[in-house]
């Protein structure tokens, strides 16, 4: 019969082999849970202790590094990898059964404080030994789907029902490439994720989960406001901050200049209710301008439309500059003589044509 030889987990050649293995052995190293292992083996004192806290706890972890969607998921993987059970630290062949896991993680929810803190503290962690990490960061949200399908008819809580999680829906629109518009539509039952990440490095430096009917919007302060009070440090290194049109707030981008000197790169809505693509700026016969602050001027001989160059940011009038683009771009313009706005001009509109803004937090 033929032999398959059995995986050493401490040899390097076979560690590199494993893959999936060795990102656990990182996450098991790297957690800061030696508190929370003190916390939890301290409630169950001198019970029984057939499935020992720790074994439990980094099964936990590899049911996360490994994207198991429920715990049966994950009970079935431990039963069949012998390798996976010796490093959560089950010495004996036996699987948790799923009560075990019940008991175990009502026991860690009642520890929210302390995990919390471990989260925290990896994020301390890496603002430490990364000195850019924090610069760059992007904010979203994600929709969790719970187990249930539709709202409990007995609100009481009981450990069989969810009776917090309620409806969400998010609207996806944008254009194909022929030019017809397209939109999706999705609806799910259960929770909201809301991420501040940093997004040089992918990771996150701010989470909160709530309902999944919670607007993405009303969550994004009081984040940058955790981030400001637990990591000073971290939003002072801050320069951008990315997200998409579901954050297009006022309050929200003026509070992100003038309280944390951060740029907010944040998409426009369309609020505007009539069909016209554009609108003609208010003392200027020949300027127009649409939902996104994009300005364009026309030549008063041949009628054509040019979109006028950036002229950076006046200070003194708090005024965007837009400069006539025959004059500062080459481009061909029959009426330049005698264009009104040849010098240019300053409004206050909220320029989007920057390149940067066609990415979103994704």
């Keep these: 019969m033929a032999i398959i030889p059995q995986l050493s987990l401490f040899s ?10 060795e ?4 996450v098991l190293e790297t957690v800061p849970d030696e508190t929370l292992m ?15 806290v720790r074994a439990m706890w980094n099964s936990v972890l590899a049911g996360v590094v490994f994207q198991h969607p429920s715990i049966e998921s994950l009970r079935r993987e431990l039963a069949r990898n012998a390798q996976l059970r010796m490093l959560c ?12 896991y019940a008991r175990f993680l009502h026991r860690l929810m009642a520890e929210q404080d302390t995990v919390d803190g471990m989260f925290e503290q990896l994020v301390d962690d890496l603002a430490a030994v990364l000195p850019n990490f924090g610069q760059r960061l992007a904010m979203d949200s994600k ?30 629109r944008g254009v194909h490439e022929d030019g017809t518009t397209w939109t999706k539509v999705v609806k ?14 992918e990771l996150p430096v701010a989470w909160e989960v709530t309902k999944a009917s919670v607007s993405d919007v009303t969550r994004a302060m009081p984040m940058l406001d955790h981030l400001h009070h637990r990591h000073g440090v971290l939003l002072s290194r801050a320069v951008l901050l990315t997200a998409d049109r579901g954050y297009d707030d006022t309050k929200l981008i003026a509070a992100c200049w003038d309280s944390y000197q951060i740029k907010p790169v944040i998409d426009i809505r369309n609020m505007w209710r009539d069909p016209d693509a554009t609108r003609v700026l208010p003392g200027h016969s020949t300027v127009t301008y649409n939902y996104r602050g994009d300005v364009f001027c026309q030549d008063p001989v041949t009628g054509q439309v040019h979109t006028m160059s950036n002229g950076g940011f006046e200070v003194r009038r708090q005024r965007l500059k837009k400069r006539c683009p025959a004059r500062f771009a080459g481009v061909s313009c029959r009426g330049q003589d005698t264009c009104p706005v040849v010098q240019g001009l300053a409004h206050s509109l909220t320029d989007r044509s920057a390149d940067f803004y066609a990415h979103g937090p994704g």
């Design 188 to 201: 799910w039952f259960g929770y909201k994720l809301h991420l501040v990440v940093d997004s040089t490095y």
């Design 38 to 52: 003190a916390h939890l083996e301290a409630a169950r004192g001198h019970g029984r202790n057939a499935y020992p």
């Design 89 to 100: 630290g089950f010495r004996n062949a036996a699987v948790p059964p799923a009560s075990a």
């Design 12 to 21: 390097w050649q076979d560690l590199e082999e494993l893959g999936d293995l």
């Design 143 to 172: 929709g969790i789907s719970s187990r249930a399908v539709r709202p409990a008819k007995n609100p009481t809580a009981d450990g069989r029902r969810d009776v917090d999680a309620d409806f969400g829906r998010k609207e996806y």
């Design 23 to 26: 990102r656990l052995v990182l």
